[in-house]
């Protein structure tokens, strides 16, 4: 069973090792804070994570959530 953290997305996204996102669209998951350098995204592109720039993108929030792995 997951632990999902409330956040708000004007806040910020929180960001761990061991935090990862969950789209509610596609079902995928996405590492808050992806090795390799390399930009992590969903198969239908609603989480994108850049992992270089730190940064996080998300087309509608209502449609993910944060939680711990």
Known sequence: MRQ???FDPKQGYP???NIAYECLIC???VSSMPGNDE???CS???I???G???RVSVRD???MKAFYR
């Open 4 to 6: 999902y953290i409330a």
């Open 15 to 17: 960001a761990a090792k």
């Open 27 to 29: 079902g995928g998951v």
């Open 39 to 41: 930009n992590w995204e």
């Open 44 to 46: 239908c592109r609603n």
């Open 48 to 50: 994108r994570v850049d």
């Open 52 to 54: 270089d720039a730190g």
């Open 61 to 63: 929030h209502d449609k």
